[in-house]
């Protein structure tokens, strides 16, 4: 009897050899327990969500073969986890694998985007490389993960919060504080939506180009964001949400800024 162990979900084809091979003859494929594993006629296996060992059987002219497969479920602590960039996570990930067997002894540790965060193979620590989200899987397939929040390890503030510029008019200059001063991702970078509306150049000086609508960015490398939004004449400051000015009803435009940083 052959044996195969697969995560819960997981895929894998198995193949009966009939001998002689010019044998006339056709296989069918039999699972004993539909709930833990399936089997169509190609010999394709699919675990199902359950744990537990099931008989897959391959019957041709009144013979048969037996592969004996083993479902493994896997359980990750915790499933979320916040972390700043640079910093490793204090409490290592963990896996519950049910039933233990030999060939998942330990788990298989990676990160489906190693930009973001990389996973320790052997330890399960978890450590930030950039701002945004990931996934941390505990096996080789994609059946149990830890959802990973990177974010920046300051606060931006962008001032003033209110600014009123005619075409041609030039502001100097937008202020931005950091929050800690001497955080590690204290660079930070200035960008318009809308360049055809206002400018701004790497010291935060505004130049309103024409009549319109747009935003002025202030970021870190990291991701930490502030912007100052534009109705008509007007630009004033926002945080992942829109406002609109009392005097002009239309809609501002958006854009994604630039996150090249530079040392204040």
């Not at 009897?1 to 010019?22: C, F, H, I, N, W």
Request: glycine share 8%; aromatic share 8%; net charge negative.
């Amino acid at each position: 009897m052959r044996k195969l162990t697969l995560p819960a979900g997981d895929s894998y084809q198995l193949y009966a050899v009939v001998l002689p091979e010019d044998a006339d003859c056709n296989v069918v494929w039999i699972s004993e327990k539909l709930e833990i594993a399936t089997v169509d006629q190609t010999g394709l296996v699919t675990a199902a969500k359950k744990e537990g060992k099931v008989n897959i059987i391959a019957i041709a002219n009144g013979m048969t073969a037996v592969c004996e497969v083993t479902v493994e479920t896997v359980t990750v602590e915790p499933e979320t986890l916040n972390i700043t960039i640079g910093e490793t996570s204090s409490t290592p990930l963990t896996a519950t694998i049910t039933p233990y067997n030999d060939p998942y002894e330990e788990a298989v540790w990676w990160s489906e985007d190693e930009s973001i965060a990389i996973v320790d193979g052997a330890t399960g620590e978890v450590t930030g490389l950039s701002a945004g989200v990931v996934r941390i899987y505990a096996t080789e397939g994609e059946s149990a993960y830890c959802t990973v929040t990177v974010k920046s390890d300051v606060d931006i503030a962008i001032a003033p919060k209110t600014l009123n510029l005619a075409p041609d008019e030039i502001y100097n200059k937008l202020e931005v504080t950091i929050t800690p001063p001497d955080g590690i991702d204290a660079a930070y970078t200035f960008s318009s939506a809308n360049s055809a509306i206002a400018t701004v150049d790497e010291f935060g000086v505004v130049t309103a180009m024409s009549d319109g609508t747009t935003k002025i960015y202030a970021a870190t490398a990291g991701g930490a964001i502030r912007f100052l939004h534009g109705h008509g004449r007007c630009l004033y400051t926002g945080y992942g949400h829109y406002r609109r000015h009392p005097r002009n009803r239309s809609r501002g435009c958006s854009a994604y800024p630039n996150r090249h940083g530079r040392t204040c």
